[in-house]
């Protein structure tokens, strides 16, 4: 079992900076692969980042690509999303998840733990 609590949500202007932070508790998270997903209001959750075990690997949807820097510390046990020049666009409840046998990164149905959210508002 993992529980995975997501921080750093907040209120930015455009062109501003997020990091995301997501706390990882009762199993190792280097085990895990990671996602980032995000669900704006009244659209469905979307992929967003995805990370492998070690951090070697990124994935990152094309609206987010060069904006977004997804990252891992695992001796923190901790998954980070950074966040760059952000859009209003951008606004959503962002999500991280975590599966040890992912293989699929963008996919949610890969993954079997999932944080609670945390809302990104970002005003024009």
């Known amino acids: 079992q993992v529980r995975l609590v997501e921080s750093g949500g907040g209120l930015v202007h455009t062109g501003g900076s997020l990091t995301l932070s997501c706390a990882a508790s009762?199993?190792?998270?280097?085990?895990?692969?990671m996602g980032w997903f995000r669900q704006a209001p009244g659209k469905e959750r979307v992929f967003v980042a995805g990370?492998?075990?070690?951090?070697?690997?990124?994935y990152y949807a094309d609206f987010v690509k060069g904006r977004f820097t997804i990252s891992r510390d695992n001796a923190e046990n901790t998954g980070y999303l950074q966040m760059n020049n952000l859009k209003p666009e951008d606004t959503a409840v962002y999500y991280c998840?975590?599966?040890?046998?992912?293989?699929?990164?963008?996919?949610?149905?890969?993954?079997?733990?999932w944080g609670q959210g945390t809302q990104v508002t970002v005003s024009s």
């Open positions: 990370i492998n075990r070690s951090g070697g690997r990124t």
């Open positions: 009762g199993r190792t998270l280097s085990n895990c692969v």
């Open positions: 998840a975590a599966d040890p046998y992912a293989l699929e990164y963008s996919r949610q149905e890969a993954y079997g733990y």
